[in-house]
Nanobody, 115 residues
Framework: QVPLVESGGALVQPGGSLKISCAAS????????VGWYRQVAGNQREWVAG???????MYASSVKGRFTVSRDKAKNTVYLEMNNLRPEDTAIYSC?????????WGQGTQVTVSS
């Protein structure tokens, strides 16, 4: 069973909004911090946002004020709501967390911001 699965990526116009999801296969995912990362082909993976185990959100300066992390423990799912999207936000977005006591990554979901 795949430990983490992202979904919700899409093509969005500049200034638009999108909400992507990261669903875990086990509920112990809820007991640990989680991170959202993004990567453009040829570049290093970049940390975007995260949430500590106590629910405290954290954001990179490039997305602060535009992105919001949230968590639904009943669904073992973490969300990244992205507003006022810019072309430079275009990337594959992946989540990272602990599932079944192991560090896990999802396969990623493509977000493209273009007119």
């Amino acid at each position: 069973q795949v430990p983490l699965v992202e979904s919700g990526g899409a093509l969005v116009q500049p200034g638009g909004s999108l909400k992507i999801s990261c669903a875990a296969s086990r509920s112990d995912f809820n007991d640990y911090a989680v991170g959202w990362y993004r990567q453009v082909a040829g570049n290093q993976r970049e940390w975007v946002a995260g949430m500590q185990h106590d629910g405290t959100p954290m954001y990179a300066s490039s997305v602060k004020g535009r992105f919001t992390v949230s968590r639904d423990k009943a669904k073992n799912t973490v969300y990244l709501e992205m507003n006022n999207l810019r072309p430079e936000d275009t990337a594959i977005y992946s989540c990272n967390g602990v599932v079944n006591s192991r560090n896990a990554w999802g396969q990623g979901t493509q977000v493209t911001v273009s007119s």
